[in-house]
């Protein structure tokens, strides 16, 4: 796994310069004149909307990089977005801070610190990935669960003991501990508490 | 008034009174009165007219009365003075009767004394008729041809002869007509007895006529009309009345008109003109009642009027007082009282000199006078006044004659207007307005500076990451000498742009020339400084030479804003400290071919590690500071070849800053 670095900017020679920059540390990159022409790429499908990191420039022309932001969240957009700001937009960064973008790098920057902090990113992104793929996994594995399995599993997670369980449901305790059996093999874990906490992190909501 | 000016004959004397207390009268209740006096005019007037008809219908009464009594007088005496007559007519008769008796012609011896016989034509006819001779056929002539007369006449004649014998008195009939046509007669016998034998009767015809013309007094004739009236007639007119006449057997009434009017023209001519009196007067409280309800509608107006001046009079906050020629207040407005804190009374009792009034502004009525003739001061004066808790009040001041109608001048009126207020408002304007000033060169200037740092981060930015690329690339040897060449080019092309940007902004800077031309410095800082809108409590002391000071080159504007900085900064930092008064003073100081324009405050001073760095750009310590103030001003005085000091200000124990200019 080795995430694209986009970078978004509309002045030339800062774009070419970062993908210099990072070019020289290893960083896959490629370069977009604008916010718009890169909507236009996730849009079209022109890049995946798969594990990588965003470089936007605060101010740019027509479209800002808050704009741009604004629009990539919609699509959803999971993966770590970083901001270049110069002075005086440090607030607006912030602000796209706590609206979910992963970071913000102030110019004039330190290089080699802002060739770290896109790495942390990629490994944020990695990660963000690995774990998508564990969720769907698991909703898959959850989704494939008998019915039988599902009541089974809902009686668990309330904490009920086999024997409990059994006389809510009016079947053996021995089919329960079948069911049990199943249920673990399936969504491929060792406990009941390891089961109570991958359903707690990964068993709600959809993929994204 | 009057026990105002009575401390001041001459002004009395010469002065027509003016009431001020008009101001506050009450006009209500003078026209309450007036129409209580017109009601009670009406009722008596009503009274007057009453006793008037009254007195109509009673002299009506009473001269109908009066008419009455003066008929019957009149009957009474006519019958009186007729019978008076008839009695000694009778007299003459008995003793011609007894002569007649005793032999001899009566006629031919006739009593020739008294009224009866003075007339020869009164007693037409007279005869002795003796005893025995009763029966008509025996009477004598004269009888026979009087009784032949009518066919009642003997019957009339013998009743009459009957009743002297009968009642032994005389008798009288009639009247009778005569024999000489119309005129009519009385007839009267007289008895004669003798030792109660009756012997004979005296026979006697008087004509009416003759009769009343003889016997009656010629002043009753004068105005009255007599005549024998018919058995049928009852009361005639008005003007005429019946009068019986007692005589016994005669039915004999009289008929009496009044000739001519015989109404007493007196008391109608009193009456006439006692009513000709009343309609005067009538006709004068009617054009009084007239005149009373114009004055009460004009009243009325003028009422509202006064109601509508009396109010606002109230209203205003405008102080207003009135003096008179000889400088008298005579009167001063609620308003003013407030103003001042003494009310109107005390101050208008009060003697001397007003105790509103600081005494070095000279003297207050001289200066009121002589600005209300001042054509130039119509915009007011602006005047301090003493408050009785002891604070000053700024007010604007204007006054004008108090002129009569006639233009004669009898008074002065001045208003005072509280401007301290407005002062004060004035004052903290100007300081928001420095304020929004400030902080819209402080958001200009964030603007710029943004822009500035944009404009030099994009090439600088850009120009570092070719650098650390290039750096990292050499570091591990991944990079050959060919490659290396195009990307130092384009480096150095972005070195060339950001040190364009640079050169834009210096343009920029210097686009403003100065120019310098000789400055009066003394008369120059004593305005910038008095220009400066200072805060609440902050005093603001000048120092300066007395003339116009040194003089020197200099750009006047520049120089100013570079004061006006630091004063303003001074002023902000004065109160900092705690220490009252809070002071800022402005002094000019001689230094070795320099002149100083230093400015002290008594705030906190400056800390000494910020010493170094107080005049440098974005160095505020101030809250919502720039920190540009400072960095000007020492680039003004740059400007001028001429430099900035900071220390601690030995007295006031604050900052002192010392603008150092040099005289040539």
């Known amino acids: 796994m080795n995430p694209t670095v986009h970078i978004v900017d509309d002045d030339t020679d800062f ?31 022109e890049v995946p909307n798969a594990c990588c990191v965003v470089l936007l420039d605060i101010r740019m022309e027509p479209l800002s990089g808050l704009a741009t932001f604004e629009q990539l969240k919609a699509f959803p957009w999971p993966w770590p977005v970083l901001f270049l700001t110069g002075h005086g937009d440090v607030s607006m960064a912030v602000a796209a801070v706590k609206n979910g973008a992963w970071d913000f790098l102030e110019k004039p920057f330190q290089n080699n610190l802002l060739v770290d902090k896109v790495e942390a990113a990629r490994q944020a992104a990695v990660t963000l990935h690995t774990e998508s793929q564990d969720r769907l996994r698991f909703q898959q594995a959850l989704a494939a669960l008998s019915a039988r399995e599902r009541e089974v599993l809902t009686e668990l997670l309330a904490g009920h003991y086999n024997k409990n369980i059994a006389d809510h449901l009016g079947i053996t305790q021995r089919t329960v501990e079948f069911h049990r059996a199943n249920i673990f093999e399936k969504l491929q874990v060792q406990s009941a508490v390891e089961l109570a906490h991958r359903m707690g992190r990964l068993g709600s909501g959809s993929g994204g | ?110 009593p020739r004394t008294g009224p009866w016989w003075q007339d020869a034509g009164l007693v037409t006819a007279h005869g002795w008729l003796p005893a025995g001779q009763a029966d008509p056929e025996l009477w004598p002539a004269f009888l026979r041809k009087a009784a032949a007369r009518e066919p009642g006449n003997a019957a009339a004649l013998a009743t009459m002869l009957d009743t002297t014998r009968g009642l032994q008195r005389a008798a009288y009939a009639g009247p009778l007509a005569a024999a000489d046509g119309q005129a009519q007669q009385l007839w009267l016998a007289v008895p004669l007895f003798e030792q109660g034998r009756f012997v004979g009767d005296y026979v006697a015809a008087v004509p009416v006529d003759r009769l009343l013309a003889a016997m009656i007094p010629a002043w009753f004739l004068q105005d009255h009309r007599l005549g024998t009236a018919p058995d049928t007639a009852t009361a005639p007119s008005k003007t005429g009345f019946l009068a019986p006449v007692n005589l016994p057997g005669a039915q004999w009434r009289l008929r ?161 207007l509280d401007i301290t207020e407005r002062h004060r408002i004035e004052r903290l304007a100007a300081r928001q307005q420095e304020l929004l000033e400030a902080s819209g060169r402080l958001v200009a200037m964030g603007e710029v500076a943004s822009t500035l740092a944009h404009e030099l981060n994009q090439p600088l930015g850009a120009l570092s990451s070719f650098a650390t690329g290039l750096l990292n690339r050499v570091r591990e040897q991944r990079i050959t000498l060919d490659e290396i060449v195009p990307v130092v080019e384009r480096m150095e092309r972005m070195a060339e742009k950001a040190g364009r940007v640079i050169q834009r902004v210096n343009a920029f800077a210097r686009r403003q020339d100065m120019t310098r031309l000789p400055l009066a410095l003394r008369p120059f800082v004593a305005r910038v400084a008095a220009g400066v809108p200072l805060p609440e409590g902050v005093a603001l002391e000048l120092q300066l030479p007395p003339g116009d000071g040194p003089t020197m080159p200099a750009d006047a504007l520049l120089l100013e804003n570079a004061l006006h900085n630091l004063v303003l900064n001074a002023s902000e930092w004065a109160p900092r400290s705690g220490r009252t008064p809070a002071r800022v003073r402005v002094e000019l100081v001689n230094g070795e071919g320099m002149v100083g324009v230093r400015v002290a405050d008594s705030g906190p001073g400056v800390p000494p590690e910020q010493l170094g760095t107080i005049f440098d750009a974005f160095a505020s310590h101030k809250p919502g500071g720039m920190g540009m103030g400072l960095a000007i001003c020492r680039s003004i005085a740059e400007a001028h070849h001429g430099r900035i000091e900071v220390e601690r200000c030995a007295d006031l124990h604050g900052a002192q800053f010392t603008l150092w200019l040099p005289t040539t």
């Open chain 1, 15 to 45: 774009r070419e310069g970062l993908a210099w920059l990072l070019d020289s540390r290893g960083l896959p990159t490629r370069s977009w004149t604008g916010g718009d022409t890169f909507l236009q790429a996730v849009r079209s499908g």
């Open chain 2, 1 to 110: 008034m009057l026990a105002m000016l009575a401390g001041n004959p001459a002004a009395m004397a010469t002065e027509p009174t003016l009431d001020f207390h008009a101001l506050d009268l009450d006009t209500r209740q003078a026209s309450a009165l007036t129409r209580r006096a017109v009601a009670w005019l009406g009722a008596l007037l009503l009274l007057v007219a009453a006793s008037a008809v009254a007195m109509v219908l009673f002299l009506r009464s009473e001269e109908a009365r009066e008419e009455d009594r003066r008929r019957t007088a009149d009957a009474e005496w006519l019958d009186q003075t007729l019978r008076f007559h008839f009695r000694r007519l009778e007299g003459d008769l008995g003793v011609l009767a007894l002569q007649a008796r005793q032999g001899g012609n009566p006629t031919s011896a006739p």
């Open chain 2, 256 to 416: 009496v008109e009044a000739l001519g009017d015989q109404a007493p023209l007196a008391p109608r001519a009193f009456f006439a003109v006692a009513l000709l009196c009343l309609t005067g007067m009538l006709l004068t409280l009617v054009a009084l009642w007239r005149d009373i309800q114009r004055r009460q509608r004009a009243e009325a107006r003028l009422q509202t009027q006064l109601a509508l001046r009396t109010a606002m009079e109230r209203s205003v906050a405008l102080g207003l007082r009135a003096w008179d020629q000889a400088g008298h207040l005579l009167y001063a407005n609620p308003a003013f009282g407030r103003l001042v804190g003494w009310t109107p009374q005390e101050l208008v009792a009060h003697t001397g000199a007003p105790p509103y009034w600081p005494s070095e502004q000279g003297d207050e009525f001289e200066q009121m006078r002589s600005q209300a003739g001042d054509a130039a001061a119509q915009a007011g004066t602006e005047l301090q006044l003493h408050h009785r808790d002891g604070h000053r009040l700024d007010v604007l001041v204007h006054s004008a004659p108090l002129a009569l109608a006639s233009g004669e001048v009898v008074g002065w009126v001045g208003s005072a």
